[in-house]
Nanobody, 115 residues
C-alpha cells in the first residue's frame, strides 16, 4: 500500500522561510514524478513544484524564484524549501507522487504566514 506523508508545515512570519518534506513508501523503485501542490481557502488546488526522475523541474508562477524543490529518488523523498514567504502563501500543501498513470496524494500540511 502506498503511503505519502508530509511534514514541516507550521506558522511563519512574512519574509521567513520554511522547509517541507515528504516521504512516499510502498513501492519498489522510484515514482516518476514527485512534488507539491497547494490549496488556499476558497481557491482551487494549484501547482507549486514538481520534479521528475529525468530532472525536469516545473514550478508554478507563485513559486518561481522563491521556492526550491529537491528529491532523493533512492528514498522516494521530496523537499520544498520556501523562502520570502508572504500571506498569499498561506495554504495546505499537498505532496504528490506518481507512477504513471496512478497518482498519490498526502493528507496535506498547513502553512500559515502571519505576524
Amino acid at each position: 500500500q502506498v503511503q505519502v506523508v508530509e511534514s514541516g508545515g507550521g506558522l511563519v512570519q512574512p519574509g521567513g522561510s520554511l522547509r517541507l518534506s515528504c516521504a512516499a513508501s510502498g513501492i519498489t523503485g522510484s515514482f516518476d514524478v514527485m512534488g507539491w501542490y497547494r490549496q488556499a481557502p476558497g481557491k482551487q488546488r494549484e501547482l507549486v513544484a514538481t520534479l521528475t526522475t529525468n530532472n525536469f523541474y516545473d514550478y508554478g508562477d507563485s513559486a518561481k524564484g522563491r521556492f526550491t524543490i529537491s528529491r532523493d529518488e533512492t528514498k522516494n523523498t521530496v523537499h520544498l524549501q520556501m523562502n520570502s514567504l508572504n500571506h498569499e502563501d498561506t495554504a495546505v500543501y499537498y505532496c504528490y507522487a506518481r507512477i504513471w498513470p496512478i497518482e498519490y496524494w498526502g493528507q496535506g500540511t498547513p502553512v500559515t504566514v502571519s505576524t
